[in-house]
Structure formats: structure tokens, C-alpha cells
């Protein structure tokens, strides 16, 4: 919900202090000024002996103490109402910054707000209980698409070795029926895949390694450069060093699928896709670019999740199994990142993956800068769209 801004809960105690303060300050000097003033000011004389002033003078005495009291009073309630609002509002702060970290996707994040129970405490522990329990049913939906897709890779391997042999069978007759079982078994074969690659992503159960964002994409966009060519696709790259933390092989992946969902949803003919990396302040950057149909932000807000191709966008000869970019979002989020897909003016998407910054070698020169590993010697990076 978008909402104007306004003054912090921080400020706002400070003035309520302050003011309060003031406020109990103003009524207690009213009320000493009024009685010495109808009592008369006492004050002594040379010779010792009390005499009432008159009250001009008690003006003239009072009012300028008066007023440097509720100077002091007013400084003393903002510095004093501000430290005790911080204080009073770090658990708050701590709670806060739990949530953001959730929301990231780190599911594993505990607040675990330690002192006395109160209602700060009660509602960081009621938050920690709920973060157990949703990571425990995201955990056991993992577990069983991993599980389902194990017991799947089995038959499927069988059925695709079989219907081989019986394709390379030069004695049998012709029967479409045996080619369309093996394109049906791929299909079914690129899901499990995937669905195994999406469990293993989300899991986050990967080693992290320092990886360059711009050889991950010249290796991607030339493993794909065959295809692009095929669809009459121009593949543009503009590749600036971006360093990163995470997965060797799930970055690749990324890269692949995005490059890969550029190509197939394109224009069918003289259609571009451009590919991007570079560095911010905090984050690097990996854009990947295309032409195509125009879409809504509607449609485009539905294409990251599982099963969603937009059908607009989809080329009857290259359906794909509706999980790459599911996949891609599920790998951004696990490398602490962001993916963010905005349609393109004159059609087309363009999308944006986030991740963070890796720290500078300490060494003093850098190493060189390898260029992608011959493709004889990579492994194989599956496209699953």
C-alpha cells in the first residue's frame, strides 16, 4: 500500500515527551508565580530584615528565570525523549528487520528478542513460532516435489530408452505414434528436471563461490547463439566484469534460462535480445532483454510462477514446461537477489536480475580475467522453459 510520508513513531514519542515535559513545567511555574505574586516576593535587605517586592519587580525577577527554566525543560524533553524512544523502540527496530529479512526469502531467520516478557517480546515470539511453522510446510513441499520427481526420473528414463531403441529399430514400419511418445517422454523428463533443479534452488542447500556474472552470460549466450540463429534471432552482448557470491552452476542456470526465454518469446522473425551485466554501488547486474508481442503488467506479473508461459508470448513449436522463470526467480531469491520483469514500450520484456556485490581480492593485482571454458570441457547447463 502506498502511503504519504510521514514523521517517525521515534519523533513523534520525542515531541509527546518534550511537550508533556513543557507542558508540566508551564503549570508548575504558573502556579509558583501566582502564589509569590499574590503572596508578596520576600527578599532581605541590608539590614538583614525580610520585605515584600511589588510586583512589577517580582516580573522583572521571576519572568527571565521563568524563562530559561523552560528553555532548559525543552532541550532536556527533546535529548532525554529521544535517547528513551530509541530505547524503548530498538526491539521494534529488531523486529522490523526480521521481517524485511523474511521477506527476502530467508526463511531460516529467527528474531529471538531476548529480556522480560512484554508486548514486544510476546510479538517476536509469536512471529518466531509462525516462521517455524511456514518453514516447516515450505520444507515438506520441497521434500515431496524432490521426492515425486526422483520416483518419476526412473520410469521416464526407462520409457525414453525404450521407445530409442524401438525408433532406431530399422526393421519397424513407420508409426508416428512412436515419435509422438518420445516427444510427449522429453517433455516429461525436461519437467522433472526442472522441478528437481526449482526444490534444489529453494532449498538453498549449495556451496558459494566467487563467480563473474559477465562469463556466466558470454557462456550462455554462446551455448545459445545455434538457437537464436535458427529463430532468426540477433543475440547482443555487452559484458562488463560483475562480481558476485553463490552457485557456479545455479548462476549459469539463471543466465541460461533467461537467455533461453528471450530467444523462444520473440518476434517470429528479425527479432533482437540484448544481454547485460554491471556493477552498482552494492549490487551487480544481469539484464536480458528482447523483442516480442507487447505485454501487459498484468500478464507480466503472473510469468514467474510455476506453469504461467503467457500465452501470447508462446511459440507452438517451443511450449516449454512453464517452470524458467520460476526457476530463475527461485535462484535469484536464493542468492539474496531480486528478479524483476517490466514489459518493453514497443514490446518485448525486459528483465533485471539483482544480486549482491562480492567483496575486492585482497591481493593487490587481480587474477586475469578468463574468457568462457572451451565447450568441450562444460558441463551440460539443461534449458528449461
Known amino acids: 500500500m502506498d502511503r504519504a510520508p510521514g514523521l517517525s513513531v521515534r519523533l513523534k514519542l520525542t515531541l509527546s515527551y518534550a511537550g508533556f515535559l513543557m507542558l508540566a513545567g508551564a503549570l508548575l511555574l504558573a502556579a509558583m508565580g501566582a502564589f509569590l505574586l499574590r503572596e508578596g516576593w520576600l527578599q532581605t535587605n541590608e539590614e538583614g530584615a525580610w520585605q515584600a517586592t511589588p510586583g512589577t519587580d517580582f516580573v522583572r525577577g521571576f519572568a527571565p528565570m521563568a524563562v530559561a527554566v523552560m528553555v532548559f525543560l525543552l532541550v532536556f524533553g527533546l535529548l532525554g525523549g529521544w535517547i528513551l524512544a530509541g530505547r524503548m523502540l530498538a526491539p521494534l527496530h529488531r523486529i522490523t528487520h526480521a521481517t524485511r529479512t523474511v521477506a527476502n526469502g530467508s526463511l531460516s531467520h529467527r528474531i529471538r528478542l531476548p529480556g522480560r516478557q512484554d508486548e514486544f517480546r510476546e510479538l517476536a515470539d509469536t512471529f518466531d513460532t509462525m516462521l517455524t511453522r511456514l518453514e516447516a510446510h515450505v520444507a515438506e513441499q520441497q521434500r515431496f516435489a524432490a521426492n515425486a520427481s526422483h520416483e518419476l526420473r526412473t520410469p521416464l528414463s526407462v520409457s525414453k530408452s525404450l521407445l530409442e531403441v524401438a525408433r532406431a529399430d530399422p526393421h519397424r514400419p513407420t508409426d508416428p505414434l512412436i515419435d509422438r511418445l518420445h516427444a510427449v517422454n522429453t517433455r516429461a523428463i525436461d519437467l522433472t528436471e526442472a522441478l528437481l533443479l526449482l526444490s534444489r534452488a529453494g532449498r538453498r542447500s549449495f556451496t558459494r563461490e566467487h563467480v563473474d556474472l559477465s562469463l556466466t552470460a558470454e557462456e550462455a549466450t554462446e551455448t545459445l547463439l545455434p538457437l537464436a540463429e535458427r529463430h532468426g534471432i540477433t543475440l547482443e552482448t555487452d559484458s562488463g566484469i560483475a562480481p558476485t557470491i553463490g552457485s557456479p552452476a545455479l548462476l549459469l542456470q539463471l543466465t541460461t534460462n533467461l537467455v533461453?526465454?528471450?530467444?523462444?518469446?520473440?518476434?517470429?522473425?528479425?527479432?533482437?535480445?540484448?544481454?547485460?551485466?554491471?556493477?552498482?554501488?552494492?549490487?551487480?547486474?544481469?539484464?536480458?532483454?528482447?523483442?516480442?508481442?507487447?505485454?501487459?503488467?498484468?500478464?507480466?506479473?503472473?510469468?514467474?510462477e510455476p506453469f504461467q508461459r503467457g500465452t501470447e508470448r508462446v511459440r507452438t513449436e517451443h511450449a516449454g514446461v512453464g517452470l524458467g522463470l520460476a526457476i530463475a526467480r527461485t535462484i535469484t531469491h536464493a542468492h539474496d537477489g531480486t528478479l524483476t520483469l517490466t514489459p518493453r514500450p514497443a514490446g518485448g520484456l525486459r528483465i533485471t536480475a539483482e544480486l549482491p556485490l562480492a567483496s575486492p581480492p585482497q591481493d593487490s593485482d587481480p587474477p586475469p580475467r578468463p574468457g568462457p571454458a572451451p565447450r568441450s570441457e562444460r558441463g551440460r547447463t539443461p534449458v528449461l522453459d
Open 260 to 304: 533461453h526465454n528471450a530467444i523462444v518469446h520473440n518476434l517470429p522473425e528479425h527479432g533482437g535480445v540484448w544481454v547485460t551485466t554491471a556493477v552498482r554501488p552494492r549490487t551487480v547486474v544481469l539484464t536480458v532483454e528482447n523483442t516480442g508481442e507487447p505485454l501487459t503488467p498484468e500478464v507480466v506479473s503472473t510469468l514467474t
